[in-house]
């Protein structure tokens, strides 16, 4: 799985479409969660390409919108990252989930981590505008908190986790993957709770560099092992 480069800038065309995946649907769900009657203020300005760029770093999201006071409005957002705890909690959370783990290893998202860090009490998902949201600007005189044009670069921030859905913890301060040693590390050992009777999974990581492989190329390999249960 090729991830993006930081500082990603969209194209951004008229009549786009948002939340087309599981993932982007479900992080669109929690941003409306927060306020969908000011969110859909700026599902307009989305659609009809007055979102001239979007950048996206971290948890850091800057963008033009076209304006009718100037000829662009600047907006600067920022999401909450989590704190050392919470970055803790998720990967031993994460970690102590074979399944989940397995399916990071080969560069797929389940979106039962969501729910498995509910449990350890981790909100992936922001839902909460003035929590979630610590930097909230544009500048354009409308009021609004969020005015349409940050409105409208949300939805393309839902665009991003269309394409990418790793941006979901990146827009947490954190690259899953990389925490985790996934790719950079040759094999890792996925220990099984006992009641599951394995003691362990080994994944192997080997990639061969010559035809691209790596955990989501054509070199990626996971082999089970798993006894059958008494």
Not at 90 to 108: D, F, G, S, V
Not at 140 to 166: E, N, Q, R
């Amino acid at each position: 799985h090729a991830h993006p480069t930081p500082g990603w800038t969209p194209a951004v065309t008229k009549g786009q479409k948002y939340g087309m995946t599981p993932w982007g649907a479900l992080f669109l769900k929690a941003l409306e969660a927060g306020d969908a009657g000011r969110l859909s203020r700026g599902k307009t300005y989305a659609n009809n390409g007055s979102v001239a760029s979007i950048e996206i770093v971290g948890n850091h999201i800057a963008g033009k919108v076209t304006g009718r006071f100037s000829p662009f409005y600047n907006i600067d957002l920022t999401i909450r990252a989590f704190t050392p705890d919470e970055s803790r909690r998720t990967l031993q959370a994460i970690q102590t989930n074979p399944a989940a783990l397995a399916k990071l290893c080969n560069a797929e998202l389940d979106l039962g981590l969501v729910n498995i860090l509910e449990a350890a009490g981790i909100r992936l998902l922001p839902n909460n505008w003035w929590s979630d949201f610590q930097t909230r600007r544009c500048s354009c005189p409308d009021t609004g908190d969020p005015c349409k044009h940050m409105a409208a670069v949300l939805y393309h921030v839902v665009s991003a986790v269309d394409k990418d859905p790793f941006q979901v913890f990146r827009l947490r301060g954190m690259d899953l993957l990389q925490s985790l040693g996934i790719g950079s590390k040759k094999e890792m050992t996925i220990n099984y709770p006992l009641s599951l009777v394995a003691p362990q999974v080994v994944i192997d990581l080997d990639s061969d560099e010559e035809d691209g492989g790596g955990p989501a190329g054509p070199g990626a390999s996971a082999d089970f092992d798993v006894p059958p249960a008494p």
